[in-house]
């Protein structure tokens, strides 16, 4: 049973900040959120992973509030190859955590 | 790093007939590596828990004398479609994770998955 709610699609345009965010509000003590992009026909990519507070990598930034009961993936500038299936996960590292996929977002980014 | 590979990238086969499906970790040992499919326009679903020298672990509702799992070394699991119909024509994808304390241990990275289309 996927513990992370998403919205279900969002369309934004060329050169545009995206902000998705997921709920999750069972999350564990112990468990870290990581966000994947799918394009079709291709396994996920991991895009970042953050315990608390804000990460920040060269693609992507991660903002977690102090409950922890959901975060905002932020992609700056997205362009028209940022289209895809963004997924939302929970686990304990470390413990090799068996990952549940929700339905994911579909970004559509257009011209 | 943290590179998971697949083979094959896709696979069209007679019904009836097996498939085997490799998942191999390039640059990382894993003890554990996971299977998934995917319908078309659906999200991932976990098929099973691949633990090396050791029975895989599976899901709920996942046919374990259908799709057989071997975890035959810490780089290397295999998934067969035994008896293969036309209803398990999917998008397989493997996963696993480093080592505990070693680089990218804290996450799961994804093979580029294997089509498989039944006929």
């Known amino acids: 049973l996927a513990k992370t709610t998403q919205p279900i699609s969002m369309d934004s345009y060329e050169g545009q900040e995206v902000n998705i965010t997921c709920s999750h509000n069972?999350?564990?003590?112990?468990?870290?959120i990581t966000w994947y992009q799918q394009f079709p026909s291709q396994g996920p990519r991991f895009i970042i992973q953050?315990?608390?507070t804000k990460v920040t990598n060269e693609v992507a930034s991660l903002f977690i509030p102090a409950d922890r009961k959901s975060s905002t993936l932020s992609l700056p500038r997205v362009s028209l190859s940022d289209t895809a299936v963004y997924y939302c996960?929970?686990?304990?590292?470390?413990?090799?955590?068996?990952?549940?996929f929700g339905s994911g977002t579909k970004l559509n980014v257009k011209p | 790093g943290a590179v998971v590979s697949q083979h094959p990238s896709r696979v069209i086969c007679k019904s009836g007939t097996s498939v085997k499906i490799e998942c191999r970790s390039l640059?990382?040992?894993?003890?554990?590596m996971f299977w998934y499919r995917q319908f078309p326009k659906q999200s991932l679903m976990l098929m099973a828990t691949?633990?090396?020298?050791?029975?895989?672990?599976?899901e709920q509702g996942v046919e374990k004398d259908k799709f057989l799992i071997n975890h035959a070394s810490l780089t290397l699991s295999t998934l067969t479609v035994t008896s293969a119909h036309p209803e398990d024509s999917s998008f397989y994808i493997c996963?696993?994770?480093?080592?505990?304390?070693?680089?990218?241990?804290?996450?799961?990275?994804f093979g580029p998955g294997t089509r498989l289309l039944v006929l």
């Open positions: 996963s696993a994770s480093p080592e505990l304390g070693l680089a990218g241990a804290e996450t799961q990275y």
């Open positions: 069972n999350i564990a003590t112990n468990d870290y």
């Open positions: 953050g315990y608390k």
């Open positions: 996960l929970v686990g304990a590292p470390y413990n090799f955590n068996k990952f549940y």
């Open positions: 640059d990382f040992q894993a003890t554990t």
């Open positions: 691949s633990n090396e020298g050791s029975k895989a672990t599976y």
